[in-house]
């Protein structure tokens, strides 16, 4: 199986470098990476708007030079995070923590120099991950029916929502409304109109790049109008300041392999974002550093480890997302909605029956990250300037490119108004504290999970006890229940010590009341 | 990290929002259940095209009652204060109608022009000439990416 393997990879490297390929997956890079650099895009934003560009081409190409914005945005908001303190992209928030001390210290381009060694090792590893685990995991794969897709369907919604930033009955809320918004649109059974509010535009469900752009463009612009007031460092980078030294590179090496570690480790599990990720390898390195207080001051370790982290669960998130069709996150989901809408279902047939896109896309990971790394050294100083494009500037083009962007989707204006309309309840939501990327994972899955819910309720003759029947399934049912179960447990505790904490600080002000009260009479 | 996101909240800081945020889940919830049931239904045997759209829908009403039961719970004051932003806001949201409307009857040249300008006014510190000049080099970049190089399929000015 091995040999095969290899075999497969080098097929891959083959069509990666195939010429035509290569300038997609560069161009990808390129404008990820310019994109992701801009203040208030996130790697969201970033591919969202250029989704509609690779509609044009065909489906190795449109893919890999999808994956290509995805690492460049990705690594371009690494800098905004570290040199302007701005986390665009969640899992950068992290990095903000150390990274920014490192930049007002005068080291900033070491800090970069480090991302990048980091989420170059990182991708790496993670490549190597997904070479090995995509074939085992391909054969259990196809042992699925209906009932087991459902399950593990099942289980990333839960885990997607519940694992997410905020409250979980806040992530479970939004991921369920994703699922109502996926449900817009012609039933497949039936033929049925639902919920289209009489246009005949929603037959054919809601775009995906409209809601994206709605709930992570137009909503965000929505949230950050004249509120956004960058202050540009001023600071200029050269190619020498971003070579770290070798004492740096020693004292980011460890820090960076247990990153790794913490990022695959968490890359298997469907619904983990990257965000919970950095935040797991930062507290560990935090924890078994000798210097704990130096974290925050612009520590090293404190932007090899979280960055590697990200990397690397990015990488390994590919995994479940091409051999089983389910999304970690909500740019996974992006990236399965654009292989949707390229006529390609990801699954365990995508592996046997589209191995040229499957392989080429894990060589050009590869191939990515390396043009990534040799772009970004001579590039730094431009990404600089780019990080001082005032917001004022910025939000009024990105919308033309959003507007322009969704209307070329299908070239119907009829889009771009769907596209305010999650805007506006894309801020309503953000407004009242709610997450609204479960929401694309939910608006992805929503069809495949109504899809495969009906088709194994109608093997079973109705019963819903085949999902725990059938051990597999049984397995991920579980493990959903058992997410739920601990969220509430943690809930519970959380309430139990605040209500506690909240007696003890009352008795204490009591007790401070009582013993002032006794000086003053003594 | 306070530049990163700020939310627009100041003019419902005196309410707890999460009563709010319950409320509009109670609300979606319950009108996909009343609209699930003017599709068909049916039973787990034979699932209707309704039946689903329920089922997500009372999640969705049972997690909005979740929330705004919990909103009791935690009383703790929230962050700064943020006013609103109407300017911003009617300006973003009048250049998106701008550009669906002007793209519809004037063409794509017409409507780069409204979007970029109208929403550009919506910050307090672009001037009426540097929203001019920002729009102006918008067209430009409409014209060559879009219409040459992309060969959108646009019509540059039309009339009605």
Request: hydrophobic share 50%.
């Amino acid at each position: 199986m091995l040999a095969q393997t290899l075999h497969d990879l080098l097929q891959g490297f083959h069509v990666a470098l195939e010429p035509h390929n290569l300038m997609w997956s560069f161009f990808g890079v390129l404008i990820g990476n310019l994109i992701g650099v801009l203040p208030g895009m996130g790697a969201l934003s970033a591919i969202s708007m250029l989704l509609p560009l690779t509609y044009t081409l065909k489906a190795v190409p449109a893919i890999l030079m999808l994956a290509g914005i995805f690492y460049g945005s990705q690594y371009g908001g690494a800098i905004g995070a570290i040199l302007l303190n701005l986390p665009c992209h969640p899992p950068h928030a992290v990095t903000c923590l150390d990274g920014y001390p490192m930049t007002l210290k005068g080291k900033g381009g070491t800090a970069l120099g480090i991302t990048m060694m980091s989420s170059f090792f990182a991708a790496s590893v993670g490549i190597l991950v997904m070479i090995f685990a995509s074939p085992l995991l391909v054969e259990i794969a196809f042992k699925f029916g209906p009932a087991e897709l459902f399950s593990i369907m099942l289980l990333g919604l839960v885990a997607g929502g519940t694992m997410s930033k905020g409250s979980p009955v806040k992530g479970i809320a939004m991921t369920a409304l994703g699922l109502l918004i996926g449900v817009v649109g012609t039933d497949v059974n039936t033929g049925t109109q639902r919920f289209n509010f009489g246009f005949a535009e929603l037959s054919d469900q809601v775009q995906l790049v409209a809601l994206a752009l709605g709930l992570f463009g137009v909503a965000d612009f929505l949230c950050n109008v004249n509120r956004m007031h960058i202050i540009g460092s001023g600071m200029k980078l050269g190619l020498r300041d971003m070579r770290p030294s070798m004492a740096e590179i020693k004292e980011a090496f460890w820090p960076m392999v247990r990153g790794t570690l913490v990022g695959t480790a968490f890359g298997g599990m469907p619904g983990t974002g990257p965000t919970i990720t950095t935040f797991i390898a930062y507290a560990f390195e935090k924890k078994i550093s000798k210097h704990p207080e130096r974290f925050g001051h612009g520590e090293l370790a404190g932007v090899a480890a979280p960055e590697a982290a990200s990397h690397s669960k990015t990488q390994v998130d590919f995994i479940p997302t091409m051999s089983l069709g389910i999304p970690g996150d909500a740019v996974m989901a992006l990236l399965l909605g654009a292989l949707l809408i390229q006529g390609i279902q990801p699954g365990p047939q995508l592996i046997s029956e589209h191995a040229d896109i499957f392989w080429g896309l894990i060589a050009s990971f590869w191939i990515g990250n390396l043009i990534l790394m040799l772009l970004n050294v001579p590039l730094i100083g431009i990404w600089v300037k780019l990080l001082q494009v005032p917001y004022r500037f910025m939000f009024p083009s990105a919308l033309f490119f959003i507007a322009v962007g969704v209307y070329s989707t299908n070239n119907s204006i009829f889009e771009v108004g769907e596209t305010l309309v999650f805007g506006l309840l894309g801020a309503v939501l953000v407004a009242l504290r709610f997450s609204v990327a479960p929401i694309l994972l939910g608006y992805v899955l929503g069809p495949l999970v109504e899809e495969n819910f009906r088709r194994a309720v109608l093997l079973s003759r109705g019963s819903l006890t085949v999902f725990v029947q059938r051990p597999i399934s049984a397995c991920f049912v579980a493990a959903s229940t058992a997410l739920i179960v601990l969220q509430l447990f943690f809930w519970l505790r959380g309430k139990h010590i605040a209500r506690r904490d909240r007696a003890v600080s009352r008795m204490q002000h009591q007790e401070g009341e009582a013993a002032g009260g006794g000086t003053q009479s003594a | 990290m306070e530049t990163g996101s700020p939310r627009p909240r100041g003019f419902m800081n005196r309410f707890h929002r999460d009563y709010y945020g319950g409320a509009l889940l109670i609300f979606i919830g319950l009108s996909a259940v009343y609209m699930g049931f003017g599709y068909h239904i049916g039973d787990l045997r034979h699932m209707g095209p309704g039946y689903f759209p329920v089922a997500v829908g009372s999640i969705i009403a049972a997690m909005g009652v979740l929330i705004a039961i919990g909103a009791r719970s935690h009383k703790e004051i929230d962050d700064e204060y943020l006013a609103p932003e109407w300017r911003g806001w009617i300006c973003i949201v009048l250049s998106i109608v701008a550009f669906l409307v002007i793209g519809h009857w004037g063409g794509l040249i017409p409507a780069t022009f409204a979007i970029v300008f109208i929403s550009a006014m919506g910050d307090k510190q672009n001037t009426v000439k540097g929203a001019f000049l920002l729009s102006a080099a918008m067209c430009l970049v409409a014209w060559l990416v879009f219409v040459l190089g992309l060969q959108l399929q646009f019509p540059l000015f039309t009339w009605g």
